[in-house]
């Protein structure tokens, strides 16, 4: 076990609508980052979070936004859903300020699916 | 644009023998990669990793080879036990600033582990 946990595990919605998924870090974990995983493919970085300010993003549109709080806890909203943003969701926590070396620690994900 | 891929989707090996899961990079200015485990249901699971100043490095059972010259990326099991049998991910990041935080996955390769 890797200490992230993430909430729903499962979540349905309907295309238009906007959803908040949840994660929790490993203690003491400054950085968190989120990533979408298709079916079939690999995870996506979507955006990384250190210290409550964003230090990364990746090719995803303002719709996907986040937060992350002082208590390792953060969020990953998205507004305007969209039938392609069916996937699961993945935050991963590290130790350190989210460089290039620093071990990301993967949560079991949210499966989102949008109908 | 720059990519980490996997040269076979799916790997059957048989129980007790030694798995080998490769793996090409194209982005020369990557320092830094990471093999996960995905098993079905479950977030990615941190197996080994290994700096680009390295061309080896072993963990319990696995070994990873860096062969920087050609690009190249592998994670070697030794006796390969049905507990093995997942999606296995490659990742890489770099230190340029706008890959900062950002894992590239690539799309795994599936092992499947028989009796």
């Known amino acids: 076990e890797t200490g992230v946990t993430q909430s729903p595990t499962h979540l349905i919605k309907t295309r238009g609508q906007q959803v908040t998924l949840r994660c929790s870090s490993q203690s003491g974990h400054n950085t968190v980052s989120w990533y979408q995983q298709a079916l079939g493919q690999g995870p996506q970085f979507i955006f990384q979070y250190y210290r409550e300010e964003e230090n990364g993003r990746g090719n995803f549109p303002p719709r996907f936004s986040g937060l992350q709080f002082p208590n390792y806890s953060s969020e990953l909203n998205v507004n305007a859903l969209e039938l392609d943003d069916s996937a699961l969701y993945l935050c991963a926590s590290s130790l350190g300020s989210g460089g290039p070396q620093d071990t990301q620690y993967f949560g079991p994900g949210t499966r989102l699916t949008v109908l | 644009g720059e990519s980490v891929g996997l040269h076979l989707p799916t790997l059957s090996v048989q129980e007790g023998d030694n798995s080998i899961i490769n793996c090409a990079y194209s982005n020369s200015a990557s320092d830094y990669f990471i093999w996960y485990k995905q098993e079905s249901g479950k977030g990615p699971q941190f197996i080994i990793d290994?700096?680009?100043?390295?061309d080896k490095r072993q963990g319990q059972r696995v070994t990873v080879l860096l062969n920087k010259t050609v690009k190249h990326l592998s994670l070697q099991i030794a006796a390969t036990q049905p507990g093995d049998s997942a999606v296995y991910f490659c990742a890489e990041s770099g230190v340029a600033t706008d890959s900062w935080g950002k894992l590239q996955f690539g799309a795994g390769t599936q092992v499947v582990v028989t009796p």
């Open positions: 290994i700096r680009s100043n390295m």
